[in-house]
């Protein structure tokens, strides 16, 4: 695997098969931080790169308050 582009591809590709593999919703924590700011961007580009119909599985983003500031 080469550039960053084809990495970040590959991952997106490893998320609409782990997606669409079952209906058990996923949640998502969001503390903000760069790590699940990054997760949370990428769940929203695979789930945009689906077609409409196959957006069937809930997805929660929930925010998680670490105290620690930016």
């Known amino acids: 695997m080469g550039n960053l582009s084809e990495k970040v591809?590959?991952?997106l590709e490893d998320m609409k098969e782990l997606y669409l593999h079952?209906?058990?919703p996923w949640i998502i924590g969001l503390s903000g931080g760069k790590d699940s700011t990054c997760i949370t961007q990428l769940v929203y580009t695979m789930l945009l790169s689906l077609p409409p119909e196959k957006r069937t599985k809930t997805v929660y983003v929930l925010s998680a308050d670490v105290m620690?500031?930016?």
């Open 9 to 11: 591809n590959a991952v």
């Open 22 to 24: 079952d209906s058990r």
């Open 68 to 70: 620690v500031e930016s």
